[in-house]
């Protein structure tokens, strides 16, 4: 009874302070503080991702799911949905003596400043952000403010540091390290640091300095697996993860704890992991394994193979060995059917004792939302199942994990480490298969012949041996996450030291010019090195999101390239890489041995170039488009994204144009020495003031001998100029 009174007095003080707290008044503006909505991106890899400042992360940004991008090539390819966080503990004491028999809260923007407050959120890179030009054009500067420091010695990439104080003096810290390796691109290793500070808010003060016991710590995450994929689903559905199977390894963990392995034999099913993909969408007429594009050309848009895999969890605070008997739950979950409490609130008790045997492998509201089993063996009788009616959750199916428990004294602390990766097949594949399988689909009465994964060939019509062929090919991604975590246990187990490529390149500039484009970019900090190898040149046509192929390799020392294989009126789009002579790989430990290059996202062009107008070869051909400029007519003339924009057209390839007013006022010089026949102009004087309405002269004059690269004749002669009147009407 007095117990009973005690939480009631205690909840009555509690919700006296938790809503001071929510007006702002206590915590807000606290300096040690970091804002909740705050998020650090990775993005030098083919995964992509943000982390989030409050410990979880929600990927709804208002208008669709943002995060865990892969490939990070293309566009859509966004994976994530939601993570729900948890951490419970048992006989908390708090700071007034009171014993909470079981004490939980959920991670989220919901409970910061009640039970859960953000005091770090970090990313150190280990080089600079390189600069990427494109005609003048920046195509960095949005990404200068993902780095907070840079640190040459640290071994990954890039390196985000999350911290959180909970309300029961636990310190949850998540270490996210990428790697832009090419092997080990496709996944974050994540350090979850559990440590008993005792400080349970903002502030530096340690309020508590008991023990923690019976420890709980895990998450119910869900995937769309993919962006991409949902949209080729008429009704919507899967872009919240509707349709998702889970699928689970590791049942033998315990045999083969301290077995190694390397390249020569990548796939291990006895690793602890699980995964997602896509499955049947019972409201679709045709197989949605793969997500093929049936009103496109049947490309396949989800074959992505998304999940968790546990690479150690340690027995306790004085015992690091790694223990078989962990997670204590990896399994599957009804997507939006969970428990929910805010920690410190003793009148929701039930909630907290729900949080804890949900981190312990009861499903929440009873058998039947969740197992720790693998949901697709279990329940997948054949292909045409939807696993949303299993449980009949609309909002699918979530993959499910636990710690715990642990006993963790004061300043004593738990490290559980895991990677989180997607990998597939690749788009070129996915390509392949998805039109073969349409054009049976759209042809159904013909035998057509299919390659399939193991080598052997299957003859038949639509459906059944279509969707054999493409279903087989899209399943090979089960064996692809399970080669990507098994990466990832080697690249932990060799304390991250796996083999490095060079540096990239600090700096990639590509101009447009009017006989090719070219390309320049700063010496890498390896070139010179015994075995570098050069740089190599791909480019893609018409967009950026589409497959990039070789156009050079060039040797060492070389810091420029001419494209002049460029077609006018195509864009283009370019990387650049580092590339060694694989000397510093010959093991197979780590991952495929041979050369290695610096990951193409660091000098990936998002902005095209192009061959501009070819260089006039007469003074008098020159024109200036439009003629007369008409602010009023700007969707007749270059369109709303360029206003005050004029032309100059057929000019020498290498000149100056000085703009004089009527009255014979110099107000702008520009510099034209990019071999092309245009240059604009948006109507801005030297001194940054745009210019009034009013007769306009412009001058051109040769700035240097100028001969014809097909006839060798000189064309134009240095000194040759002219001029041309032009009208600006406002």
């Not at 729900?84 to 409970?111: H, P």
């Not at 770090?120 to 890179?125: M, N, T």
Request: proline letters at 5%; a negative charge; hydrophobic letters at 30%.
């Amino acid at each position: 009874m007095k117990k009973i009174i005690a939480n009631s007095i205690r909840s009555l003080f509690r919700g006296i302070t938790f809503s001071l707290i929510l007006t702002g008044i206590i915590f807000a503006q606290h300096p040690n503080a970091v804002d909740a909505n705050a998020k650090s991106y990775i993005r030098v890899g083919s995964l992509q991702s943000h982390i989030s400042a409050y410990g979880a992360e929600r990927a709804w940004t208002g208008s669709y799911y943002e995060g865990l991008i892969w490939p990070a090539d293309y566009l859509y390819q966004d994976n994530a949905v939601i993570k729900r966080s948890y951490i419970a503990a048992k006989d908390f004491i708090d700071s007034t003596g009171f014993t909470w028999e079981y004490w939980g809260t959920y991670i989220s923007l919901g409970t910061v400043e009640i039970s859960t407050f953000p005091v770090r959120l970090h990313q150190s890179a280990k080089y600079e952000q390189p600069l990427i030009i494109v005609d003048g054009n920046n195509l960095s500067a949005p990404f200068m403010a993902d780095i907070d420091e840079v640190n040459p010695d640290q071994i990954p990439d890039r390196i985000v540091t999350n911290t959180v104080n909970t309300a029961i003096g636990l310190t949850f810290t998540r270490r996210v390290l990428a790697f832009s390796q090419q092997y080990h691109d496709n996944y974050f290793i994540k350090e979850i640091i559990l440590t008993n500070t005792g400080n349970t808010d903002y502030d530096d003060d340690i309020e508590l300095n008991g023990p923690l016991t019976g420890v709980r710590i895990g998450w119910s995450t869900r995937y769309s697996v993919s962006r991409d994929g949902a949209q080729t689903m008429t009704d919507g559905s899967q872009k919240w993860g509707k349709h998702t199977w889970v699928s689970k390894r590791g049942e033998d963990y315990a045999d083969h704890i301290g077995e190694t392995f390397d390249e020569s034999d990548p796939i291990q099913n006895w690793l602890r992991a699980g995964f997602c993909y896509l499955g049947q969408n019972e409201n679709t007429p045709y197989s949605t394994i793969g997500a093929p594009f049936v009103t496109r050309d049947g490309r396949l848009a989800s074959p992505h193979h998304l999940g968790l895999g546990v690479i150690h969890v340690p027995m306790s605070t004085t015992d690091s060995t790694d223990n078989p008997d962990q997670p204590a739950v990896l399994g599957w979950h009804a997507g939006d059917t969970y428990p929910y409490g805010v920690g410190n609130d003793p009148g929701k008790f039930p909630a907290y004792r729900d949080i804890w045997d949900f981190l312990d492998g009861v499903p929440f509201e009873g058998v039947g939302n969740g197992g720790n089993e693998s949901f697709d063996d279990l329940y997948m009788t054949d292909l045409s199942v939807d696993p949303y009616t299993i449980h009949n959750d609309g909002g699918g199916t979530n993959l499910w994990i636990g710690y715990g428990p642990f006993d963790i004294g004061f300043g004593e602390s738990i490290t559980i480490v895991e990677v989180e990766g997607i990998s597939g097949l690749d788009r070129q594949k996915c390509i392949e298969v998805g039109r073969k399988w349409k054009q049976a689909k759209d042809d159904p009465s013909t035998d057509y012949t299919y390659d399939m994964p193991d080598g052997s060939e299957i003859t038949g019509t639509y459906p059944i041996t279509a969707d054999d062929y493409k279903n087989s090919w899209v399943l090979t991604g089960r064996d692809s996450i399970m080669k990507t975590i098994g990466r990832a246990v080697r690249n932990y187990q060799l304390g991250y030291n796996i083999p490095q490529p060079p540096p990239p390149p600090a700096s990639f500039d590509v101009s447009s010019g009017g006989d090719r484009i070219s390309l320049n970019w700063s010496l890498s900090a390896n070139d010179g090195d015994a075995d570098f190898a050069g740089y190599r040149i791909y480019r893609a046509q018409s967009k950026p999101d589409t497959v990039h192929t070789l156009l050079a390799s060039v040797p060492s020392g070389t810091n420029f390239y001419d494209d002049e294989s460029a077609i006018r009126g195509k864009d283009y789009y370019y990387y650049l890489t580092a590339y060694n002579d694989g000397s510093n790989n010959t093991s197979g430990t780590a991952n495929p041995t041979g050369p290695l290059e610096s990951s193409r996202f660091y000098t990936k062009t998002t902005e095209p170039a192009f061959l501009r107008r070819k260089q006039g070869t007469n003074l008098d051909d020159i024109v200036v488009v439009p003629n007369p400029y008409n602010i009023k007519a700007t969707d007749l003339q270059f369109g709303n994204s360029f206003k005050d924009r004029i032309y100059f057209y057929d000019i020498p390839g290498k000149c100056i144009i000085k703009i004089y007013s009527e009255r014979g006022d110099l107000i702008e010089t520009i510099n034209h020495n990019n071999g092309s026949g245009d240059e604009p102009w948006n109507l801005i004087s030297s001194g940054r003031q745009v210019v009034v309405s009013g007769l306009y002269i412009a001058h051109f004059e040769v700035s240097e001998d100028i001969i014809d690269q097909e006839s060798g004749e000189l064309i134009f002669k240095k000194g040759q100029s002219t001029y041309k009147k032009f009208l600006v009407v406002r």
